[in-house]
């Protein structure tokens, strides 16, 4: 008897127990679910929404992209081989030089990469660093920083089937001005457009045969090199004649935008593995895919800096290798613009539709192909390449102002009412 007595007390001690631990979980739920506010931040005295208030991006079922392609869609975002960097040995000589793509990827490329790396897992989206400091500062400066992103990238987007064009023109004269030029401008412009819009794993392979085909002459022009190297050629410096303006311009703009590859987070196969890897592997790649050049360059070639130009590395290929050489590491500088073409676009245009998913830009900015990829975002960037370019070629260009008005009205559901007014006079 006694027995069972103690039998109902401790059943119902159970009871009471799951009920309160019912009405604590419901208490704990609660306030989540009914109150935004504690889904909101402030921020100097000034609120503003959260990540976690905006809402999430919606799940892409369609085939990611691996570590290899990714790998060179960085390549490309930040560099795209060793062309350009030939004003380093102009302003400051081959020590110097050299020097410089040994250090400031330790002072800033590395730093920024580790940012990358870290904010990309934290936010494997497309919306990248638009989301990073939406999540900081507040959707008003995300957006600001996703506006200016996208315009910075369809300028330079604009400039790549000028320099290929530019690479021709040699071969092909008709394609140094006027009608051909044009025509052959917007021809090149389609054509890539509609590999980006036949989606991101086939953009990502072109980038990886493309690499490889810029890097592959440097590599022979390296072997052919050995004998005409002279080590002491690499310690030239000369401290009272150092163009500082021109040596770490140059230096910044061939080791910059490592963040550009956080648009694309979404799209990337285990993103919390695979981004970092893929950046590791990226700064090896590129950091050895300029030193390698000007260490056969300035190695084998009795130094004249005032050679050191863009295209001078097409010179050493003659001096070294033969015409042959020459021809084959042209078409490498000429195609490299090509790789660095669609992975900006890749890039732009996916930030477009992670903004659309965060909602900062209408919906139909969201809209996908049955590819996978951002019609309306890749349509958007080409009309941006194709006006920009026209105007680099227009011979009248010198007249015409383009005025880029941006009026704008971030609504509390964070739509843009007015983005911006582009006028040519």
């Not at 609120?47 to 691996?66: C, G």
């Not at 590791?280 to 009795?302: E, H, K, R």
């Given at each position: 008897?006694?027995?069972?007595?103690?039998?109902?007390?401790?059943?119902k001690?159970?009871?009471?127990?799951?009920?309160?631990a019912?009405?604590?979980?419901?208490?704990?739920?609660?306030?989540?679910?009914?109150?935004q506010?504690?889904?909101?931040?402030?921020?100097?005295?000034?609120?503003?929404?959260?990540?976690?208030?905006?809402?999430?991006?919606?799940?892409?079922h369609?085939?990611?992209?691996?570590?290899?392609?990714?790998?060179?869609?960085?390549?490309?975002?930040v560099?795209?081989?060793?062309?350009?960097?030939?004003?380093?040995?102009?302003?400051?000589?081959?020590l110097?030089?050299?020097l410089?793509f040994?250090?400031?990827?330790?002072?800033?490329?590395?730093?920024?990469?580790?940012?990358?790396?870290?904010?990309?897992?934290?936010?494997?989206?497309?919306?990248?660093?638009?989301?990073?400091?939406?999540?900081?500062?507040?959707?008003?400066?995300?957006?600001?920083?996703?506006w200016?992103?996208?315009?910075?990238?369809?300028?330079?987007?604009?400039?790549?089937?000028?320099?290929?064009?530019?690479?021709?023109?040699?071969?092909?004269?008709?394609?140094?001005?006027?009608?051909?030029?044009?025509?052959?401008?917007?021809?090149?412009?389609?054509?890539?457009?509609?590999?980006?819009?036949?989606?991101?794993?086939?953009?990502?392979?072109?980038?990886?045969?493309?690499?490889?085909?810029?890097?592959?002459?440097?590599?022979?022009?390296?072997?052919?090199?050995?004998p005409?190297?002279?080590p002491?050629?690499?310690?030239?410096?000369?401290k009272?004649?150092?163009?500082?303006?021109?040596?770490?311009?140059?230096?910044?703009?061939?080791?910059?935008?490592?963040d550009?590859?956080?648009?694309?987070?979404?799209?990337?196969?285990n993103?919390?593995?695979?981004?970092?890897?893929?950046?590791?592997?990226?700064?090896?790649?590129?950091?050895?895919?300029?030193?390698?050049?000007?260490?056969?360059?300035t190695?084998?070639?009795?130094?004249?800096r005032?050679?050191?130009?863009?295209?001078y590395?097409?010179?050493?290929?003659?001096?070294?290798?033969?015409?042959?050489?020459?021809?084959?590491?042209?078409?490498?500088?000429?195609?490299?613009?090509?790789?660095?073409?669609?992975?900006e676009?890749?890039?732009?245009?996916?930030q477009?539709?992670?903004m659309?998913?965060?909602?900062?830009l209408?919906?139909?900015?969201?809209?996908?192909?049955?590819?996978?990829?951002?019609?309306?975002?890749?349509?958007?960037?080409?009309?941006?390449?194709?006006?920009?370019?026209?105007?680099r070629?227009?011979?009248?260009?010198?007249?015409?102002?383009?005025?880029m008005?941006?009026?704008?009205?971030?609504?509390?559901?964070?739509?843009?009412?007015?983005l911006?007014?582009?006028?040519?006079?």
């Amino acid at each position: 008897m006694m027995d069972e007595s103690i039998k109902q007390v401790k059943d119902k001690g159970k009871g009471k127990s799951s009920e309160e631990a019912a009405g604590n979980d419901l208490t704990a739920v609660e306030p989540n679910a009914n109150n935004q506010e504690n889904l909101r931040e402030f921020n100097n005295g000034n609120e503003h929404v959260t990540a976690a208030e905006i809402p999430s991006p919606k799940a892409n079922h369609m085939k990611k992209i691996s570590v290899l392609p990714l790998v060179f869609l960085i390549f490309y975002e930040v560099s795209g081989g060793p062309f350009g960097i030939e004003d380093t040995v102009r302003a400051a000589g081959p020590l110097l030089a050299l020097l410089g793509f040994l250090v400031f990827p330790v002072l800033w490329s590395i730093p920024e990469a580790l940012i990358t790396a870290e904010m990309g897992t934290m936010f494997p989206e497309n919306s990248g660093y638009v989301v990073w400091v939406s999540s900081a500062l507040g959707p008003y400066w995300g957006f600001q920083q996703g506006w200016m992103k996208w315009l910075s990238g369809v300028i330079d987007n604009a400039l790549y089937p000028v320099l290929f064009l530019d690479y021709l023109k040699s071969g092909i004269p008709a394609l140094g001005g006027g009608l051909p030029r044009v025509l052959a401008t917007w021809g090149l412009t389609i054509v890539l457009t509609y590999m980006n819009y036949r989606g991101l794993t086939i953009v990502g392979f072109f980038a990886v045969f493309l690499g490889v085909f810029a890097l592959i002459p440097f590599v022979v022009m390296g072997f052919i090199a050995i004998p005409k190297l002279k080590p002491k050629r690499w310690s030239v410096i000369n401290k009272n004649d150092v163009d500082w303006n021109l040596y770490l311009n140059t230096l910044f703009w061939n080791l910059n935008y490592w963040d550009s590859i956080s648009t694309l987070g979404g799209e990337v196969e285990n993103p919390k593995k695979t981004l970092p890897k893929a950046l590791f592997c990226a700064m090896i790649l590129v950091v050895l895919g300029y030193l390698f050049p000007l260490l056969i360059g300035t190695g084998a070639v009795p130094l004249d800096r005032e050679l050191w130009t863009d295209r001078y590395f097409s010179d050493i290929a003659m001096i070294i290798g033969g015409a042959w050489l020459r021809w084959w590491l042209q078409a490498a500088a000429a195609m490299s613009n090509m790789g660095s073409f669609v992975a900006e676009m890749s890039s732009d245009s996916f930030q477009l539709l992670g903004m659309a998913e965060r909602g900062m830009l209408p919906e139909f900015f969201g809209k996908r192909s049955r590819h996978g990829t951002p019609t309306v975002g890749i349509l958007f960037s080409a009309c941006g390449v194709i006006l920009l370019s026209w105007l680099r070629v227009h011979p009248l260009r010198s007249s015409c102002i383009i005025v880029m008005f941006q009026t704008f009205n971030i609504s509390k559901h964070n739509h843009i009412n007015q983005l911006c007014i582009i006028m040519c006079l």
